[in-house]
T-cell receptor
Framework: AQTVTQSQPEMSVQEAETVTLSCTYD???????LFWYKQPPSRQMILVIR??????QNATENRFSVNFQKAAKSFSLKISDSQLGDAAMYFC???????????????FGKGTKLSVIP | KAGVTQTPRYLIKTRGQQVTLSCSPI?????VSWYQQTPGQGLQFLFE???????NKGNFPGRFSGRQFSNSRSEMNVSTLELGDSALYLC?????????????FGEGSRLTVL
């Protein structure tokens, strides 16, 4: 079974600064998807960024980028120019690419609560 | 395009009662998954439905059940509620076939068991 570990329960960052959230995972599969989801207080979870394991290039979405180290099974999220609206719980998640049963099941880490200091 | 809609948003039950939660996926999405979110256990997969069939089930007791209707709407039921069932129950939908892996979540149903 796959596991996802987020070792930082809480982090804080000054507005306009850069912060990196860590995530490691364990799997025996060679192809899979990795995600970072954001869950603002009392609001729905939304996808921040996605990485396909077969792609060596790190995914980037505006101020959000990842550092994907497949051999090390590490998938960190970097948030640049942090904004007050970035304050939220951030969850790292894993999904197999196997088709059929279980293909859409996500395995989540415990989350990192990010605070943005004005 | 409307997002994933979950009802009710909040509810309070007592031990021993049962509860039914509803989820309407994004139009065109045929896969619906349910997750339980608690401070201690985090997000845990309950089950996934596709075309009215349960494709996968997490490690939860049989008190947790679900179903999906022909219009892709899904319900989950928890019988004989226990205090530990207090949680935020999240529903997520996705498009089958694109294999992009993205799940779209609803705002959740917050269940409190007294």
């Amino acid at each position: 079974a796959q596991t996802v570990t987020q070792s930082q329960p809480e982090m804080s960052v000054q507005e306009a600064e850069t912060v990196t959230l860590s995530c490691t995972y364990d799997t025996s599969e060679s192809d899979y998807y990795l995600f970072w989801y954001k869950q603002p207080p009392s609001r729905q979870m939304i996808l921040v960024i996605r990485q396909e394991a077969y792609k060596q290039q790190n995914a980037t979405e505006n101020r959000f980028s990842v550092n994907f180290q497949k051999a090390a099974k590490s998938f960190s999220l970097k948030i640049s120019d942090s904004q007050l609206g970035d304050a939220a719980m951030y969850f790292c998640a894993y999904r197999s690419v196997l088709s059929g049963a279980g293909s859409y099941q996500l395995t989540f880490g415990k989350g990192t609560k990010l605070s943005v200091i004005p | 395009k409307a997002g994933v809609t979950q009802t009710p948003r909040y509810l309070i039950k007592t031990r021993g009662q049962q509860v039914t939660l509803s989820c309407s996926p994004i139009s065109g999405h045929r896969s619906v998954s349910w997750y339980q979110q608690t401070p201690g256990q985090g997000l845990q997969f309950l089950f996934e439905y596709f075309s009215e069939t349960q494709r996968n089930k997490g490690n939860f007791p049989g008190r947790f059940s679900g179903r999906q209707f022909s219009n892709s709407r899904s319900e989950m039921n928890v019988s004989t509620l226990e205090l530990g069932d207090s949680a935020l129950y999240l529903c997520a939908s996705s498009i089958q076939g694109l294999n992009t892996g993205e799940l779209f979540f609803g705002e959740g149903s917050r269940l409190t068991v007294l």
